[in-house]
């Protein structure tokens, strides 16, 4: 059978091509099993495969997960959480998510949770720094595997309401070139208490950052890295 393999990030730049066309040799075969092949198949991103994740029609495939022709397959390397000419802005139904790479603004993604009914509202704003330790980033490169992505904040969203219900959640993530002081996310929060609205809060972006497929590519004076998870090794499935 004849796969269609989406890359992303560092992968994406190792193998020089966002897109594989991978032939297997049988009817179906293993999330697992694919990446031993691929790895064999192009040893120069092995290790880069080997901590990768296999996402089967928007969501992450366990290691047994077994895939047929015709899936949409898509090679998830360790997230962080490319500059198109066309302008993107993608939202989820109910407005409260979206990706987007224009600026964004905090009193518009905060007006999506106020309810008369909640006493705490907290915005979390992440921005570009310029210094981390003693090397200077000039501006930051965001690229996302758009529709998982968006589907992913939205589950965030309906976990939140699971732990802490009646929570609304907001967030927007800016993919493209941000520069320094600028935002690249803002995630909003409200709730009936502060307690519940600090602890919500902190759960939506550490969940973010282990688990939406979106990634951050560090330019600097002399270079540029990709920054995935630096936190051990990296399972998006994983609960909080």
């Not at 409260?96 to 603004?105: E, K």
């Not at 003693?134 to 976990?159: N, W």
Request: charged share 25%; with cysteine.
């Amino acid at each position: 059978m004849l796969l269609r393999i989406q890359l992303f990030a560092g992968l994406a730049e190792r193998l020089q091509t966002s897109v594989l066309t991978y032939s297997v040799q049988k009817s179906e075969i293993t999330a697992d099993e694919l990446k031993i092949e691929l790895s064999q198949s192009y040893p120069e991103a092995a290790s880069q495969i080997s901590v990768s994740f296999v996402a089967v029609n928007q969501e992450y495939a366990p290691g047994d997960y077994l895939i047929t022709e015709g899936a949409e397959i898509a090679l998830i390397p360790p997230v962080s959480g490319g500059d198109g000419q066309a302008p993107v802005h993608v939202e989820s139904k109910d407005g409260r998510y979206c990706i987007t790479d224009q600026p964004l603004s905090v009193d518009e993604v905060t007006s999506k949770v106020l309810n008369p009914n909640h006493g705490a509202t907290l915005s979390f704003v992440g921005t570009t720094r310029e210094m981390t330790g003693e090397q200077r980033t000039v501006h930051l490169e965001y690229e996302a595997y758009i529709p998982m992505a968006l589907s992913q904040l939205e589950a965030i969203g309906k976990d939140m309401d699971t732990r802490w219900p009646g929570t609304l959640c907001a967030i927007s993530h800016r993919i493209g070139k941000v520069d320094i002081m600028e935002t690249s996310v803002i995630i909003a929060v409200s709730t009936g208490h502060r307690d519940d609205c600090y602890e919500a809060s902190r759960y939506a972006i550490e969940k973010l950052k282990q688990s939406v497929p979106i990634w951050k590519k560090e330019i600097w004076d002399d270079g540029s890295e990709w920054k995935g998870h630096q936190k051990g090794p990296w399972d998006p499935t994983v609960s909080l």
